[in-house]
């Protein structure tokens, strides 16, 4: 059974829910799932990450690229990437951002992942059109396009979270073996 983290920041709570619906849809689909508040971690936050066999980014954009707590935590990173702690896990990302935003935000996350050595999943087309036909043409990772400030989610962004969800943890179970 494939464990997966999922370390996000959240500005006003979409991307925890975001969060909160990948690791739904990785449950069902039998991978562990760890939710890490990157605001907020301890140790074993640290050590969840390092067991993990993939790791999904969440972060909102702000001002074009990620958060700056997020862009912390990737700093926070540079002596794993250094040693190559997390070479070849899979990596997906996703992020709640205004349409302009959104490719700048999730290339910021995919070459985060590289610099890692590790294995990017993007969305997978036939099962986001099945689910959720009305997303965004960003196909590097999950982006929900929203104004600044609080928002709720629809019911497709829902879908569309969980989807993503399903695609990681087919990826994450075929790279496992």
């Known amino acids: 059974m494939p464990n997966i983290a999922i370390p996000y920041v959240t ?11 990948i ?7 039998d991978c562990n799932a760890r939710l890490i ?5 301890f140790r074993i936050d640290w050590d969840a990450l390092e067991a993990s066999d993939a790791i999904v980014l969440g972060a909102p954009a702000a001002m074009g690229s990620t958060a700056a707590a997020f862009k912390s935590f990737m700093e926070d990173t540079a002596d794993i990437a250094a040693g190559q702690g997390w070479a070849d896990k899979i990596a997906a990302g996703f992020t709640v951002a205004p349409a302009g935003s959104a490719h700048a935000t999730l290339a910021q996350l995919a070459g985060f992942a590289a610099q890692h050595g590790m294995v990017w999943v993007g969305r997978d ?15 590097q990772g999950l982006a929900v396009l929203a104004p ?15 989807a993503f969800g399903t695609r990681i943890a087919r990826a994450a179970r075929r790279w496992s073996l």
């Not at 508040?37 to 971690?41: F, H, L, R, T, W």
């Not at 087309?125 to 196909?139: G, K, M, R, S, T």
């Open 11 to 21: 500005g006003h709570g979409p991307t925890r829910r975001l969060a909160e619906e």
């Open 23 to 29: 690791a739904t849809a990785l449950g069902q689909a």
């Open 37 to 41: 508040d990157i605001e907020v971690m």
């Open 125 to 139: 087309p036939a099962l986001d059109l099945a689910v959720a036909p009305d997303l965004p043409d960003v196909w």
């Open 148 to 162: 600044p400030g609080p928002l709720p989610l629809t019911e497709a962004d829902l879908h569309a979270a969980r």
